[in-house]
């Protein structure tokens, strides 16, 4: 089971803070689903989700500047 | 695994806006990795007191007036357009509206995220406040030097 999280009505600095915290609270091996819109949160959320080591599995845009990110603990 | 890049994060203003602005840096930085120290001196102890509204903590006469007079985490002022206090309240009103994190919402974050909080010996002192007049999250009250030994290979701003 994915747990699904939508940051698509946060600002900075909650777009990143929300992604760290469900990951932070995720068993490794699970799944987070990110809904995310582009600009700064496309640009740098994945980034910022390698960067900590998790696996950016898909990143594939959904339309309407919304895009979703899935990454594996 | 390279070692994880450091901020440490001088918390002098009493602000409303300038505390925000520091909040924010601070969990952004979290969020993206890094390992985060706030060290609150002077105005920014505010922030930090348990009682969130005015009260009279101190020793002596002066430092409960100036407590009195300073605040807490409820009253702080904003730096410009304060009009006796009503700014940081409709500045509030407008965060919520545009989905922008409020104070207490950073502050959550922060704790949750595990910021290092310090408090200042040397201002502690003057406004004759103790550890348990502050906050459960403030780690240790501590002076510059350990707080440069600390921040020995960090980014440290001052706000």
Redesign the interface.
């Given at each position: 089971m994915s747990k699904i999280l939508d940051i698509t009505?946060?600002?900075?600095?909650?777009t990143?803070?929300k992604?760290?915290?469900a990951l932070s609270r995720m068993a490794t091996g699970e799944q987070l689903v990110v809904h995310l819109k582009e600009g700064e949160p496309l640009n740098?959320v994945p980034a910022?989700c390698e960067?900590?080591?998790y696996h950016v599995e898909a990143l594939r845009a959904l339309g309407d500047g919304v895009h979703e990110l899935i990454v594996r603990k | 695994?390279t070692a994880k890049k450091k901020l440490s994060i001088v918390c002098f203003s009493g602000d409303y806006d300038k505390v925000i602005a520091a909040y924010?840096?601070a969990?952004?930085a979290?969020?993206?990795?890094r390992e985060v120290t706030m060290f609150f001196t002077f105005w920014g102890l505010n922030v930090l007191k348990k009682q969130q509204g005015r009260s009279w903590l101190g020793k002596d006469v002066l430092s409960r007036a100036f407590n009195f007079l300073m605040g807490g985490r409820n009253t702080l002022p904003l730096s410009r357009l304060n009009f006796g206090g009503i700014s940081p309240k409709l500045m509030q009103g407008m965060m919520k509206k545009?989905?922008?994190?409020t104070l207490p919402?950073?502050i959550e974050?922060a704790s949750?995220?595990g910021v290092r909080i310090y408090a200042c010996e040397m201002a502690m002192h003057i406004l004759g406040l103790r550890q348990e007049d502050l906050v459960d999250e403030v780690e240790d009250v501590v002076g510059v030097a350990t707080f440069l030994n600390e921040s020995e290979d960090a980014h440290i701003i001052f706000i």
């Open positions: 009505k946060e600002t900075c600095p909650m990143f803070v992604v760290k915290l740098n910022s960067e900590q080591g | 695994m924010t840096i969990t952004g979290m969020a993206t990795n545009n989905h922008v994190a919402e950073l974050a949750a995220l």
